[in-house]
């Protein structure tokens, strides 16, 4: 076969698929995609995680830059197709650009179904579809008030889970009696609104929309029946419509979609037509998995002859809201043929309902317990006779052959090779197994990434996890890729569900994210208080058993047990009060040693913990108070002396020192934070290696930051120059906001600078004055609460039992032995 | 309440309640040049282990609590509450002392357990 032209409309997941069939066939084709959007391929399955916060963008990406250079491919961002020449073999797009093909692939995939009711072009009224609709409605929700999402179908309720996430008021308005009518009976269909009214999401079904109202911008919505819902947001989430007017306008057949054969091909046999937008046998699909099987023939045809063929399965339905489980298969509805076989358990709040004719399974529903829906989901496909177990089918495979006990593995173990275990990827175990022993795979990651088996919306991971563990014996070892042995879960997810959960505690965070040990440990403990202070400022209390000691007493723990003390020096300017206090205290506890330290202030080295409360309080009432030498927080602001003594100052470095280290300190984030602020270029202050540092020049303040001088050694980044004072103060807030709104824990500044990039923070900082303004407010905001001095508070008695001991024996006139009680 | 009683496997003293502890968290008990750190979990457990990490003698009593063990502050070794062994790869013991409750009242033996 010689080198052909593959033209491909559209860039979504099952265009996406059936390249990688493709490429897997064939390496005969010069491939060029024209993307309507300006997006790589991502997947949509996960557009609710990442709106409620769960996933970020680069999470769903599916195929990167890198990809579609890997294979030669010609990529259009943003060019939406306007025509298609059938006669002369091409087509053209919005922006002028012509391409030639020998096989043509129209992909465009559906429009959301938007009701036209009055109002609904009102700015305001968006879509549940694409990630620009993710983004306008997370832009939304950061202005808070009321979202009304119309359609309570599968992704009308995760856009309203989605939107309660980020802290929306919401009201899902429903036109049938019952939610998600397609995929649930009624019964199951009542659980899950009480499930999401008890969430404080409100469900109204029966509701017809009337009108939207407003004059430009949404204000409410009105039902047929009168009443008024304000809102600032409305979702219409009511349905899709195949995108088909291109391939109309080409001549193509059309029906409700573009008409295909089984083997995808349109009614002009060099164009084939995949996904959302095909119409097969007289039915279009929404899920992913048939749009998959539908990739994987077009490819299968476009590589050569073959007889494969596009065949109707039924497609198991899941809700993606995270702490909702629910499962629907087949069909359901009442029937005289039908018999049902039901099992409700209220208080657990579990229903099963499985569904039969002639002794075969032909559907099933599952409402909290959905184990099963995989087994049941066989037995359909099967159409085995099911007489023999009726009894204790509704019980589960769990319950079959003498109740095997209820070991995950054996329940995996006993599935069949074709079993579907990734129902979106329609990947069977006999597949993976294959894989892993041909391949030689010993990762979840290599599994994704060889089979698709839970690369897409990772319901199934534990299940793929168990076809591992079966297959690789005891070789395999689930990674432990967790912040600790507490978790699987790293850092930056961690941050994530903390916030998009709203969970406000420790023991919070550990009951939602299914710690695994029961009370934490010295790694997680103090990273999840930090973040939680950092996430619920003025909201959530310090727990003090979860930090170090250093952070508890106030002082830094040395090697003998004893403790050193060093007060703020501002700037590191001191004065004759202060140092003849310090000596004072010095004298009066026998402090053993003195000495200067690095960041421009004084150590007292070796006091008795007992001593603390005493030498803060006369440390205090000479007007000094903590220097947090022991935080993961603002340590020292090193500063030169600048224009007011040296020939050579620009600027009074000393001055923004000091008034930089009164905004900032006190402030907790991920790491200790150092800054300077030298007063000419030849940087007496040292101010190149701090985290942020600041450069005087004639012409005002150059700041950089990423800066160490530890374990590791790396000079800063230059972020910019700015012309006054304030300028920088509110450039260090912000950076130091978004550092520790993004931070894992003990990760310095400069690592995290690394992780996210250096130009997004530049952008987010320095370039876009409304953000770098935002974060500098919530670092204000979260100051009033941080800016407590910590030595005071234990002098007046906070904390007391830390200092003294509980009970003192041993002294000569002790008589104090004593039986306890039986 | 005599002296005679010092010279025995048991000498029990009144140290406190358990509400003088902060939960994951620990007291200390000094018994002339000896101290003992009194630890009490997240589920009110009272354990007694002599304050000095057999590593480089850290302050246990200073360490954070968690799941029947503590975090030496000084280097991060972990050792068992109940038995006073380090964990995990590390090897060596802290001497326990044996705790008793009596409702809230705690009561601390002065001599270590075998």
Redesign the interface.
């Known amino acids: 076969m010689s080198r052909q032209r593959l033209v491909i409309i559209g860039n979504g997941m099952a265009p996406g698929r059936m390249l990688e069939h493709l490429f897997e066939a064939s390496d005969q084709f010069d491939v060029t995609i024209f993307n309507a959007e300006s997006r790589v391929n991502y997947d949509r399955i996960m557009l609710s995680p990442v709106l409620s916060g769960e996933k970020s963008f680069d999470d769903i990406v599916i195929h990167d830059d890198a990809w579609y250079a890997s294979h030669g491919i010609t990529l259009h961002r943003g060019q939406k197709v306007v025509s298609i020449d059938r006669d002369a073999q091409t087509v053209t797009s919005e922006g002028g650009i012509t391409a030639a093909y020998d096989k043509l692939v129209i992909a465009t995939g559906s429009n959301p179904f938007i009701i036209p009711v009055p109002g609904h072009k009102l700015s305001g009224v968006v879509a549940y579809r694409d990630l620009d609709d993710v983004q306008a409605m997370k832009r939304a929700a950061a202005l808070g008030g009321r979202a009304v999402v119309i359609g309570g179908g599968l992704l009308g309720l995760e856009a309203a889970a989605g939107l309660k996430a980020q802290g929306m008021e919401v009201t899902v308005l429903h036109l049938m009696p019952t939610l998600m009518e397609r995929q649930l009976d009624p019964a199951a269909g009542y659980l899950l609104q009480k499930e999401l009214e008890g969430r404080g999401i409100e469900v109204r079904c029966g509701a017809n929309t009337k009108q939207i109202l407003g004059d430009t911008q949404v204000e409410g919505v009105e039902l047929e029946d009168g009443t008024v819902i304000e809102a600032s947001l409305v979702v219409m989430a009511v349905g899709i419509r195949p995108n088909v007017q291109l391939a109309q306008e080409a001549g193509l057949d059309v029906g409700r979609g573009i008409v295909t054969g089984t083997d995808m091909k349109t009614s002009d046999a060099n164009i084939y037509s995949v996904g959302e937008c095909a119409e097969v046998d007289g039915r279009v699909y929404g899920l992913v998995a048939p749009l998959y099987t539908m990739a994987k023939v077009a490819a299968a045809h476009l590589a050569g002859a073959t007889d494969a063929a596009f065949a109707h399965a039924e497609t198991p339905t899941k809700l993606k809201v995270t702490g909702v489980n629910l499962y629907s298969v087949g069909e359901f509805g009442d029937g005289p043929e039908l018999e049902d076989v039901v099992l409700r358990d209220a208080k657990r709040g579990t229903y099963k309902r499985v569904i039969l004719k002639d002794n075969k399974v032909v559907g099933a529903v599952l409402y909290g317990d959905v184990a099963d829906g995989m087994w049941y989901n066989e037995l359909l496909k099967s159409a085995d006779c099911v007489e023999a177990m009726r009894e204790t089918l509704i019980f589960g495979q769990a319950h079959q052959g003498g109740g095997a006990a209820a070991d995950p593995l054996a329940a995996i173990s006993n599935l069949s090779d074709d079993a579907e275990i990734c129902g979106c990827n329609g990947i069977c175990k006999g597949q993976i197994v294959n894989a892993i022993k041909d391949k030689g795979l010993t990762s979840l990651a290599e599994v994704r990434a060889h089979t698709k088996a839970s690369a897409s919306c990772g319901t199934c991971t534990g299940l793929v996890e168990g076809v591992m563990a079966l297959t690789l014996g005891d070789t395999f070892a689930k990674k432990a890729e967790g912040m600790c042995g507490c978790t699987d879960l790293g850092h930056g997810d961690v941050r994530r569900l903390i916030v998009a959960k709203g969970l406000k505690s420790i023991p919070a965070v550990m009951q939602e994210l299914e710690w695994k040990?029961?009370?934490?440990?010295?790694k997680c403990?103090?990273a999840l208080n930090y973040y939680l202070l950092s996430d619920w400022p003025g909201e959530y209390v310090d727990d003090?058993?979860?930090?170090?000691?250093?952070e508890?007493?106030h002082a830094n723990?040395q090697?003998?047990?004893t403790y050193s003390v060093v007060p703020r020096m501002w700037g590191g300017m001191t004065t004759s009060d202060e140092l003849r206090a310090i000596a004072d205290v010095v004298d009066k506890f026998n402090i053993p040693d003195v000495k200067v330290t690095g960041g421009q202030r004084i150590d007292l080295l070796g006091v008795k913990k007992e001593d603390l409360p005493a030498v803060w309080k006369d440390l205090n009432d000479a007007g000094m108070i903590s220097g947090h030498a022991y935080s993961k927080g603002l340590r020292t602001v090193k500063t030169c002396v600048g224009s007011t003594w040296c020939r050579f100052g620009t600027q009074d470095s000393t001055g923004l020192g000091i008034k930089l280290e009164k905004f900032m300190w006190g402030s907790w984030t991920p790491a200790k934070v150092k800054l300077a602020v030298t007063g000419c270029p030849r940087n007496c202050a040292e101010a190149t290696c701090k985290d942020i540092g600041v450069i005087c020049v004639d012409s005002g303040y150059q700041i950089v930051y990423g800066g160490a001088a530890g374990l590791h050694i790396q000079g800063t980044t230059e972020l910019g120059t700015v012309k006054t004072e304030d300028e920088v103060i509110e450039i260090a807030g912000a950076m130091t906001q978004m550092y520790r709104e993004q931070g894992f824990y003990l990760e310095r500044i400069y690592k995290w600078a690394d992780r996210v990039g250096y130009d997004t923070v530049k952008s987010v900082i320095f370039d876009d004055l409304e953000s770098r303004r935002a974060y500098y407010e919530r670092f204000v905001y979260s100051q009033q609460f941080a800016q407590v001095d910590p030595w005071s508070e234990r002098v007046s008695g906070v904390d007391k039992?830390e200092f003294n001991?509980?009970?003192?024996?041993?002294l000569p006139n002790d008589?104090?032995?004593?039986?306890?009680?039986e | 309440m005599n002296a005679s009683v010092q010279n025995t496997d048991l000498d029990w003293r009144l140290i406190g309640t358990i509400d003088d502890i902060p939960a994951q968290g620990a007291r200390c008990v000094k018994n002339g040049e000896t101290t003992i750190a009194v630890f009490r979990t997240a589920d009110d457990r009272i354990f007694a282990l002599e304050d000095k990490c057999p590593h480089r003698n850290g302050p246990l009593s200073q360490g954070i609590v968690h799941d029947g063990c503590v975090t030496c502050p000084l280097h991060n070794w972990v050792i068992s509450l109940e038995t006073g062994t380090a964990q995990g790869a590390d090897e060596g013991r802290t001497a326990s002392f044996p705790v008793r409750l009596s409702g809230r009242d705690i009561y601390l033996n002065l001599k270590p357990g075998a």
Do not use: L, W, Y
């Open positions: 040990s029961s009370g934490g440990c010295a403990r103090p003090q058993q979860s930090r170090f000691i250093n508890r007493v723990i090697k003998d047990g039992h001991p509980m009970a003192v024996f041993g008589t104090t032995v004593q039986e306890p009680a």
